[in-house]
RNA sequence: GCCCGGGUGGCGGAAUCGGUAUACGCGGCAGACUUAAAAUCUGCUGGUCGGAAGAUCGUGCGGGUUCAAGUCCCGCCCCGGGUACCA
C-alpha cells in the first residue's frame, strides 16, 4: 500500500468532484432544501487568513452532513470585492483597482480551492462586476421610487484620511472603523436609506431567531429603542418653543433647566435675545474644532455656555428656567435639547455642580423601613446625590420608586427618614411608572407633549466620496432635479479615466465621460451622481443572488429565493452583529414590502467563530509576526489535517491560539486511519472477533452524529480519535464497519476518506447515505459503581449496567475496603444513584 | 460606566437535568526498535507526603445550600469582547 500522501491525493478529488458536478444545487428539488450560507469574505492583498478556514470548515462539514442526508444543499462562495482597502492599496502599487480585485480573487479562490470546500462553483458572484452591481444600482433606484432612499443636507462624519464619509456604524470611540483617524462632523448632501422605518420590525422580528443571546442583544442595543415623552417648553417673551425628548417625564418638576445641542438651529433663530453671542459663537466654534473623539471621550468635564436673555418656562410649575448650550447633548439624537433633571441624572448633576445650578429633588425611596438601601445603590446609580434609579428589589419583588419619602444615608443598610420630597404637585405619592402615564396624559391635554419613542438607530448613509463601488444611479440636472438613470441603461459603469488619488473630490468627478450626460426627463446637459455606495449595501442582498446567479431580468427570481431562503444556517465572525445583520434584516424587510421577495427575515439560524490568535495568543498581525499562513501549514500537512485540527482547537465561539506542533496529533490520527486500511476484511477471518471495537464504533456514530447538529466538532473529533485507538488494538476490521467509519470522518476530511472509499467503490462517498448507529450495540453491559463515603470516593467497583439499586447497595456495602472503613461507624443514610455511585454518610 | 462571554494540569481543551474532575490531543519522562537520529510502538504523567499500599489538597477568591458543587445561590477579583455623554 502506498504512503498517505495529501499533496497528491487532495488535488485529484478536488478536480474530480468539481468534474462531476458533486456540489451543484437544484432549486426546487423534491428533497428538502438546506441552505448553508457562508459568509463571502473580502478578498484582500494579504491573501488567506488561517481564521477563514475556521468558519468555512465548519460550514462545509455541516453541508457534506445534510447532504449525506439526503439534503438539497445550497453552499456557494462569492466576493465582497468592493471596498476601500483595495482602492488604496492600487493607489499604492500604482495600479487600476478593477486589476488588484481580480488579481485578489484568483488567489483567494486559489486558496480556498485548496481546503476542498464543498462550494458550487457555478453560482460565484462577484459584488464589483457590473452583471451584480447593475443590480445593487437596479435595488437602489427601487427604494428611491419608494421613498426608502433620500438625499439630505446633513452633519456627517468624515474621515480626512479616508476622504469620505462612514455610517455611524463605521465610527468607532470617535474614529474611523479602517484607519483609526478621528473623525470630524462635517454638514453634506448625503444620500440615506430609510431603516429607521423598520425600526420596530428589526427589534421585534429578533424574537423568533435560531441566534445566540448576545447576538440577539447586540442587535436590540444597536436598535436602542427608548419609550418616553416629547414635550415643549415655551420660551419667555417668545413664540418659539423647546423640544424635549425624555425618557423620564415624571421627573419633570425637578427640570431646574434646559440644554441645546451647540448646533441646535433654535440657536441662530433666537440671536437676537441672546445677549452673550460672542461668547456663545465662540464655544460653538469650539466644539464644532473637536473631533468626535474628543467630544465623546470619558469623564471630562462638562462645559457649556448659558444662553443670556433667553429663558424657558417648566411647563409643570411655571418656573423660569435658564436655557444652556453644552456639547454634552447630542444634535442627532432625540431632539437635539434635554430638559435637565440634575437630581435624577448624573450627567445633568455633574454639570449643574460644575456651574453651580439649582437641583430639585423629586423622586425618593418609598416609606418602607424593610428595604435595604444598599441593594438600590448597585447600579441604580443613587449615589450621593439623588441618582435615578427606576427600579430596585425588595424581597425577590421589582417594586417602582415612588414621588415622596426621602433618607438619609443612602447606601448605607440603616437608613433614617429624613422627611418627604414634595416638589410634584398633584402628582406627588404616585410610584413611577404611574406617574409618567399619568404626567404624559396631563401634557397631551395641555396640548404640550405627547408620548414618545425614539431609537439609537439612525438612517444608513450610504454615499461614498470614493471610487471603488457602485456609482449611484441617479442624474443631478438643474431643471428637473434629481432624476434616476432609467434601468434599461443599467448598469451605470465605473469609468476608468479617473484620476484615483484622494483630493477630497471624489474620483469620479474627474472623469468628463462619466460626469456629461443628457438628462433622461429633459433632455438637457446633466451631471451624473458621482459618489459611490457603500460596499455594505453590496454585502445586503448577496444571500439573495445566489438563489439565481445567473438570472439576467432581475437581481434575484422570487420563486426561487421562495424555495431557498431563510437560510439555514449562517456562520459568521461576532464582529458582524451590529453591521452586516441589520442592514441584511433590513433590506429584506423593504424587499418584502415592494414585493420582491416573500420572507421577512433572511437567516433563521446564525452561529459564531472566534478568532483564531497567533501562537503568542496575541491577535495575529504582521506587525507582531506571528501571522501563520495557511499555504504554508497545508504544504506541510496537507487540507484534511488543517481543517480536522482547525475544528478540533476548542469550541467554534472561543477566541484561541494557533499551535503548528499541536497539528501533529491530527495529523498522526489521519495516518493511522490511512493504515488501518489493510486490516479491513470482507469475511472476518475466524481468529479475531469484531466485537472488540464495535461497542465503540456505534458509541462514535452516535457522538458525531449528535455533536455535528450542536457544531461541537472538537469533542466528534476526540470520539473519533477514541475510536482509532480502539481500531489500533484489533487486528481485523469488517468491511462494513470500515465503510461507516470513513463516513463519519468524511465531512471532516473529505480527501483522505475519498481516497479510501475508492479503494473498492466507485461512488462518490458523498452521494451515500449517513450511517445509523445501533442502539444496543452502543449500550454499555458493564459500568464502573463508584463507592464513597461521605462523598469522598472509596472503592470502583465493575457492575452489570442494569444492576437494580438494592443490588448496588449491596455491592456497595460489602467492598472489601468500604467495609473495613465502615467498622464501628453508624450509618445515616444510603444514596444510590442507579448506573453511576452510592454515597455512603457516616456518623 | 453599562451589556455579553470566560477563569479547569506545563499547553489547547473535556465533563454543566449537581453524582468518578482533568476525556481527547500537544508537550514531558522512561522503555522497545535502530550503528545513530527521525518516524513508529509500549508504559507513565495535577500538587504534596510516602519505598509502597495509601493519605491529603485541588476547577480565580470568600461565604452558603446539599448526602454530594467545576456545575446551584450570595458577595468579590481578574481576563476577553461589544458599546457609550442616547437624555
Excluded at 444597536?222 to 417668545?238: C, P, Q, R, T, V
Excluded at 443670556?308 to 418656562?313: D, L, Q, S, Y
Excluded at 404616585?430 to 395641555?446: D, G, N, P
Aim: proline letters at 5%; hydrophobic letters at 35%.
Amino acid at each position: 500500500m502506498k504512503e498517505y500522501n495529501p499533496k497528491e491525493i487532495e488535488p485529484k478529488w478536488q478536480e474530480r468532484w468539481e468534474d462531476a458536478k458533486l456540489h451543484v444545487a437544484k432549486t426546487g428539488d423534491a428533497n428538502e432544501k438546506f441552505y448553508s450560507l457562508e459568509t463571502f469574505p473580502y478578498p484582500s492583498a494579504a491573501g488567506l487568513h488561517v481564521g477563514h478556514p475556521e468558519g468555512y470548515t465548519a460550514e462545509d462539514i455541516n453541508a457534506r452532513y445534510q447532504r449525506m442526508n439526503g439534503k438539497n444543499v445550497l453552499y456557494c462562495m462569492g466576493w465582497d470585492a468592493f471596498g476601500l482597502p483595495t482602492e488604496n492599496y492600487a493607489i499604492k502599487v500604482g495600479k487600476n483597482p478593477k486589476e488588484v480585485a481580480l488579481d485578489n480573487i484568483a488567489n483567494f479562490k486559489r486558496q480556498l480551492q485548496m481546503f476542498g470546500f464543498s462550494y458550487d462553483w457555478d453560482r460565484e458572484l462577484n459584488t464589483s462586476d457590473p452583471s451584480y452591481y447593475k443590480w445593487t444600482q437596479w435595488l437602489f433606484l427601487q427604494l428611491y421610487k419608494n421613498d426608502l432612499a433620500y438625499r439630505k443636507h446633513a452633519p456627517v462624519n468624515w474621515c480626512e484620511s479616508c476622504k469620505t464619509v462612514l455610517a455611524r456604524e463605521q465610527v468607532i470611540e470617535g474614529a474611523c472603523e479602517r484607519c483609526k483617524n478621528n473623525v470630524a462632523q462635517k454638514p453634506m448632501e448625503q444620500w440615506f436609506f430609510r431603516i429607521t422605518n423598520y425600526a420596530d420590525e428589526l427589534l421585534d422580528g429578533i424574537e423568533g431567531l435560531d441566534w445566540i443571546d448576545a447576538t440577539k442583544e447586540g442587535q436590540k442595543n444597536w436598535i436602542g429603542k427608548s419609550i418616553g415623552a416629547e414635550l415643549e417648553f415655551a420660551i419667555k417673551d417668545d413664540n418659539g418653543k423647546i423640544k424635549v425628548f425624555t425618557t423620564r417625564p415624571d421627573t419633570l418638576f425637578g427640570a431646574t433647566y434646559m440644554v441645546l445641542a451647540p448646533e441646535h438651529e433654535l440657536v441662530d433663530q433666537l440671536k437676537d435675545q441672546i445677549s452673550n453671542w460672542d461668547e456663545i459663537e465662540n464655544y460653538r466654534n469650539e466644539a464644532s474644532n473637536k473631533t468626535e473623539m474628543e467630544r465623546v471621550h470619558l469623564d471630562k468635564e462638562k462645559t457649556g455656555v448659558e444662553l443670556k436673555g433667553m429663558v424657558a418656562i417648566n411647563p409643570a410649575n411655571n418656573k423660569e428656567i435658564p436655557v444652556w448650550i453644552a456639547d454634552y447633548v447630542m444634535v442627532s439624537y432625540g431632539t437635539g435639547a434635554i430638559m435637565a433633571v440634575p437630581a435624577h441624572d448624573r450627567r445633568d448633576f455633574d454639570f449643574a455642580q460644575y456651574y453651580n445650578l439649582p437641583i430639585k429633588e423629586v423622586i425618593a425611596l418609598p416609606d418602607d423601613s424593610s428595604i435595604n438601601i444598599k441593594q438600590i445603590t448597585r447600579g441604580s446609580g443613587i449615589g450621593n446625590w439623588v441618582g435615578h434609579p427606576i427600579e430596585y428589589q425588595v424581597s425577590d419583588k421589582k417594586t417602582d420608586m415612588i414621588l415622596g419619602w426621602k433618607y438619609d444615608n443612602i447606601g448605607q443598610t440603616c437608613h433614617t427618614l429624613l422627611g418627604t420630597i414634595k416638589n410634584s404637585g398633584e402628582f406627588d405619592g404616585m410610584k413611577v411608572e404611574e406617574a409618567k402615564e399619568k404626567i404624559i396624559q396631563w401634557l397631551e391635554k395641555e396640548k404640550i407633549g405627547k408620548a414618545a419613542t425614539t431609537y439609537r438607530l439612525r438612517d444608513w448613509l450610504v454615499s461614498r466620496q470614493r471610487y471603488w463601488g457602485a456609482p449611484i444611479p441617479i442624474i443631478w440636472c438643474e431643471k428637473c432635479g434629481d432624476v434616476p438613470v432609467p434601468e434599461k441603461d443599467l448598469p451605470v459603469l465605473l469609468p476608468d479615466d479617473v484620476d484615483f488619488n484622494p483630493t477630497g473630490e471624489p474620483p469620479l468627478a474627474s472623469s468628463k465621460e462619466f460626469q456629461n450626460v443628457d438628462c433622461p426627463k429633459c433632455g438637457g446637459s446633466a451631471r451624473r451622481d458621482y459618489e459611490t455606495m457603500d460596499t455594505f449595501v453590496d454585502s445586503s442582498w448577496y444571500f439573495l443572488r445566489y438563489c439565481s446567479p445567473n438570472e439576467e431580468s432581475a437581481p434575484f427570481n422570487k420563486e426561487d429565493v421562495a424555495y431557498w431562503l431563510p437560510a439555514d444556517l449562517y456562520v459568521i465572525g461576532a464582529e458582524h452583529i451590529a453591521l452586516h445583520l441589520l442592514y441584511a434584516r433590513f433590506f429584506c424587510k423593504a424587499f418584502a414590502d415592494l414585493k420582491l421577495v416573500d420572507i421577512r427575515e433572511p437567516f433563521q439560524k446564525i452561529r459564531h467563530q472566534g478568532m483564531i490568535m497567533g501562537e503568542d495568543n496575541q491577535k495575529m498581525s504582521k506587525s507582531r509576526g506571528n501571522v501563520v499562513n495557511p499555504d504554508e501549514v497545508i504544504e506541510k500537512y496537507g487540507a484534511d489535517t488543517m481543517r480536522m485540527y482547525e475544528m478540533f482547537m476548542g469550541p467554534l465561539a472561543d477566541s484561541k491560539p494557533w499551535s503548528t506542533d499541536s497539528m501533529k496529533g491530527i495529523s498522526r490520527f489521519l495516518e493511522k486511519i490511512w493504515k488501518m486500511q489493510k486490516k479491513v476484511f470482507v469475511v472476518i477471518p475466524a481468529k479475531a472477533g469484531i466485537q472488540d471495537y464495535q461497542k465503540v464504533l456505534h458509541q462514535t456514530i452516535k457522538k458525531v452524529t449528535e455533536d455535528i447538529q450542536a457544531m461541537h466538532h472538537n469533542t466528534a473529533i476526540s470520539q473519533m480519535m477514541i475510536l482509532s485507538n480502539a481500531l489500533h488494538k484489533v487486528e481485523n476490521i469488517a468491511k462494513e464497519d470500515w465503510e461507516m467509519i470513513l463516513k463519519i470522518l468524511h465531512p471532516f476530511a473529505p480527501h483522505i476518506t475519498e481516497e479510501l472509499w475508492h479503494v473498492d467503490h466507485d461512488s462518490f462517498i458523498m452521494t451515500e447515505s449517513w450511517p445509523e448507529y445501533d442502539e444496543k450495540l452502543a449500550a454499555e453491559d458493564e459500568i464502573e459503581l463508584v463507592v464513597q463515603i461521605n462523598g469522598k470516593v472509596r472503592e470502583r467497583h465493575q457492575v452489570p449496567a442494569d444492576a437494580s439499586e438494592k443490588d448496588l447497595e449491596k455491592i456497595a456495602m460489602e467492598g472489601k475496603k468500604v467495609s473495613a472503613l465502615l467498622e464501628g461507624k453508624e450509618i445515616v443514610k444510603v444514596i444510590v444513584v442507579k448506573g453511576k455511585l452510592v454515597n455512603i454518610v457516616v456518623r
